[in-house]
């Protein structure tokens, strides 16, 4: 909307009785107060890019995209990144969302879920930029409170809020959920490693200052696991603000058997040394304080539980990918200036 600014020069202010042109303090604290009032909202009303990355998860996805469609707050997008092996979910959104002007939908070819949230955060139109997972639910509020927290913080970068579980869910016997449950509203120490992508945002600035999630890391990656992690120990190392939100959680409805609990982590295991294994090869020695706590730290819980005779399946398998992860990440060579594991094929 235009808007049409008047002003009176000095020859016309002249010929004004003085009695009309003065102001009561009264009136001018009112034309303060409306003027930040203005200004205040046009911040909260802060253009957001809301990133989902999927493949293959057409059920989740049709679940989670009427929430995201349904924001309290009047300016954002949706970025929709598929990575999916079959047009099922390109057809689906086109049909029941296709007409809503603020999804944009991309469908590729690649894999990974760091290379997916590279092209969605290349994709984002807006500066501030919040992703969830394809299995979340986002209550009403969610973008207007992420664009609220960064009005309030300026200098806030990246920031984390907690991922619960589903409260129809959360009696069910034998199941586990990846979430994340934390109440301080606080910033991150120094290599301080928290929080989780699935309710995840950020400057986009931010990303291209850090540089883009190492696409050997993560889902579907060589090296499988850790990418938000290895991202946010490079911004601790620029010196940028994360903070820690409390107030903006989402649902998480994906839940894991034991049995699939347990090969999960195994999995992951190994992308969480090839993260360490990367900032030690570049010089970090932090990277070798990571390892040895690690290791140190598996250990020790397979030691006392089978003490206890508690069993150890879960520590164990993950230590034994965690030995894998060391050793498969040392068949890529490192970038020391980008800090990126470089995308050559393995050596011999």
């Not at 034998?174 to 120490?189: A, E, K, Q, V």
């Not at 839940?255 to 999960?264: C, H, N, V």
């Amino acid at each position: 909307m235009s808007e049409t600014n008047l002003e009176l020069g000095p020859s016309a202010v002249s010929q004004l009785p003085t009695e009309k042109i003065s102001v009561s303090a009264e009136a001018a604290n009112v034309g303060v107060q409306a003027n930040a009032r203005d200004k205040t909202d046009a911040l909260e009303t802060a253009p957001v890019s809301v990133l989902i990355c999927t493949r293959n998860r057409l059920d989740d996805l049709m679940h989670a995209l009427p929430g995201v469609l349904a924001q309290d707050h009047s300016n954002y997008e949706v970025v929709l990144i598929d990575q999916s092996t079959d047009d099922e979910v390109e057809r689906q959104v086109r049909l029941q969302f296709g007409a809503d002007p603020r999804l944009r939908y991309i469908r590729t070819a690649t894999v990974g879920l760091s290379i997916a949230r590279n092209l969605a955060l290349h994709e984002a139109r807006h500066e501030i930029c919040a992703f969830t997972d394809d299995d979340c639910d986002v209550p009403p509020q969610w973008v207007a409170n992420t664009a609220r927290l960064y009005r309030t913080h300026p200098e806030t970068q990246i920031a984390f809020s907690p991922v619960h579980i589903p409260a129809s869910l959360s009696k069910v016997p034998n199941i586990l959920f990846p979430c994340l449950y934390f109440s301080d509203d606080r910033l991150l120490r120094n290599r301080e490693i928290f929080g989780m992508g699935a309710n995840m945002s950020m400057r986009k600035s931010a990303w291209e200052r850090i540089g883009p999630f190492d696409t050997l890391l993560g889902a579907g990656g060589l090296l499988p696991g850790a990418e938000e992690h290895d991202w946010l120990y490079r911004a601790h190392r620029l010196h940028m603000q994360i903070r820690l939100d409390p107030n903006n959680a989402i649902d998480h409805h994906a839940f894991r058997t034991i049995e699939e609990w347990i090969k999960m982590h195994a999995v992951y295991s190994v992308g969480d040394a090839a993260f360490a294994m990367k900032h030690l090869r570049c010089g970090d020695l932090h990277g070798a304080v990571m390892l040895l706590r690690t290791l140190s730290h598996y250990s020790g819980r397979i030691l006392m539980r089978t003490i206890r005779h508690q069993g150890a399946e879960a520590q164990s398998e993950y230590l034994r990918g965690y030995w894998g992860g060391i050793w498969k990440s040392r068949r890529y060579s490192v970038d020391r200036h980008t800090l990126l594991y470089r995308q050559s094929p393995p050596s011999a």
